[in-house]
């Protein structure tokens, strides 16, 4: 069974500084998508960021990126310049068959001013 | 707006009780999910539907069941309701049920069971 691992509960970070949010996954299969989504106080889940594993490049949706290291199964969302707004739960997540998703735990981000 | 709507968005009933949670896709798209995020679950995978027809089942009790519409919405049904039931339902959906297709989730709605 496909388990995604979010090591880090809760991560700070000061406006317009960088944060990377950590996610480690384990599956079998060698074609997978990997996601990064955002719940902020509404809970609302909001798309972030996806990457497709047979895609060597990284992702990049604005200031939002992704760090993909297939062999060591890893995916860690980086944020530049952060602000305010982006103050919420993170969810890593990877998709198995179908287009199920597995969550990981969770890392909630607070942005300081 | 993700374009996918779910009703209600709260709702607390007792314990034993019965209720239905109705969902809306995103206009065009065939597949529906039913997640459940709870306190000591986390965010769980409960059923997908794509075009009126069960695709996948993940953790969903026996007491729950659902189904996909011709017109596409689709319901949660939920019965004989427990406390630890409590949660936030999100509906969610996508163009097709295949991989790699995105898929957004609506507002949820937050059951209590009381």
């Known amino acids: 069974a496909q388990t995604v691992t979010q090591s880090q509960p809760e991560m700070s970070v000061q406006e317009a500084e960088t944060v990377t949010l950590s996610c480690t996954y384990d599956?079998?299969?060698?074609?997978?998508?990997l996601f990064w989504y955002k719940q902020p106080p509404s809970r609302q889940m909001i798309l972030v960021i996806r990457?497709?594993?047979?895609?060597?490049q990284n992702a990049t949706e604005n200031r939002f990126s992704v760090n993909f290291q297939k062999a060591a199964k890893s995916f860690s969302l980086k944020i530049s310049d952060s602000q305010l707004g982006d103050a919420a739960m993170y969810f890593c997540?990877?998709?198995?068959?179908?287009?199920?998703?597995?969550f990981g735990e969770g890392t909630q981000l607070t942005v300081n001013p | 707006d993700s374009g996918v709507t779910q009703t209600p968005k709260h709702l607390i009933t007792a314990t034993g009780q019965r209720v239905t949670l109705r969902c809306s896709p995103r206009?065009?798209?065939?597949?529906v999910y039913w997640y459940q995020q709870s306190l000591d679950q986390g965010l769980q995978f409960l059923i997908q539907?794509?075009?009126?027809?069960?695709?996948a089942k993940g953790n969903i009790l026996e007491r729950f069941s659902a189904q996909q519409f011709p017109d596409l919405h689709s319901e949660l049904n939920l019965s004989s309701l427990e406390l630890g039931d409590s949660a936030l339902y999100f509906c969610?959906?996508?163009?097709?049920?295949?991989?790699?297709?995105?898929?957004?989730f609506g507002e949820g709605s937050w059951l209590t069971v009381v």
């Open positions: 969610a959906s996508s163009p097709l049920g295949s991989s790699g297709n995105t898929i957004y």
């Open positions: 599956t079998s299969e060698s074609d997978y998508y």
């Open positions: 990457q497709e594993a047979y895609k060597q």
């Open positions: 997540a990877q998709e198995t068959s179908g287009s199920r998703l597995t």
């Open positions: 206009s065009g798209d065939l597949s």
């Open positions: 539907y794509y075009n009126g027809e069960e695709r």
